[in-house]
């Protein structure tokens, strides 16, 4: 077992109306803070750095944000670089919002969400496989729910960290699961069986999530992400976009099969009626290619 341990650390310079409160209530999920702790300025999040348990540090100041990772272990070559570029994809800093406001400022709906929020990214998790995990999680029940069931997950496959918080599991701790391992945890058998078959695609390089993430966003294979998801049975249009967007930072899936942003633009177009899917999709389809973006902005209205 290592016993040694060590940190590094980076600053990075934040963009003009960044808004560090959307990255915190992101990750304010958990009340019980198993693998995230939030406070006023801060985020500790446990996550799994090159095989082993780690906790990462961000501390927002004014016009900055301090990083640290608290390694189980010594770091490697690269570890620096990596761990800026990590922030930078879990803050949403590559994410060319400028040009999206500048295009859409002036649209007589959207336009009052963006003067609303104007500087919103979309926080991402630590990696794609767990945005595509807890997406598959949280499929067709309500987050409260799902927030339960992740902890149980972590707490079952996951890595404990020396600070005290757990590392969410990677695939293959996952993978080392069984069916009734996960059903004990909250999952249904379907969704059990998905998560086992997303993992062992993940291991046997047939998703490869990790190669996927060294594209920048503008060159992200999406469709090709897209097909390759398709065949994990079990995982569908909505799980994708959600996945690509929380995993990626692609802005283009349409969320048109979430639950919330429905009831959101059901408020924002004053309807009386229900927003179905089909309508959502067609009144998202002319704002490509941010309609995520355009989902993250309904996400974000007062109820």
Known sequence: MNTSSSSIACQI???????????????????????ERVGSDTLHKGLIWRGQPACL??????????????????????DHAALASL????????????????????????GRLIAARPGLRVPLTATPFEALS?????????????????????RLAGLPHRDGLWCYPDAAAIAACSETDLHQAGFSQAKA?????????????????????????????AEAIRASLLRVRGIGPWTINYGLLRGFGWLDGSLHGDAAV????????GSAETINEKAAQRWLEPFAPWRALVGAHLWAMPA
């Open 13 to 35: 310079e934040l963009p003009e109306r960044y808004r560090p409160e959307d990255v915190l209530a992101f990750h304010r999920r958990d009340k019980e803070e198993v693998a």
């Open 57 to 78: 540090l961000l501390r927002f100041a004014s016009g900055r944000v301090e990083a640290s990772l608290s390694l189980d272990g010594e770091p490697q070559a690269g």
């Open 87 to 110: 922030v930078r994809r879990m803050l949403g800093l590559e994410q060319p919002i400028e040009a999206f406001e500048a295009a859409h400022r002036q649209h007589p709906l959207l």
């Open 134 to 154: 807890w997406a598959i999680t949280g499929q067709q029940i309500s987050v409260q729910a799902a927030v339960s069931i992740r902890r149980k997950l972590i």
């Open 193 to 221: 069986a998905t998560l086992l078959a997303l993992s062992h695609a993940v291991l046997a390089g047939t998703l490869p999530l990790d190669a996927w993430l060294q594209y920048p966003v503008q060159a992200l294979p």
């Open 262 to 269: 429905r009831r959101k633009l059901q408020i924002l177009l």
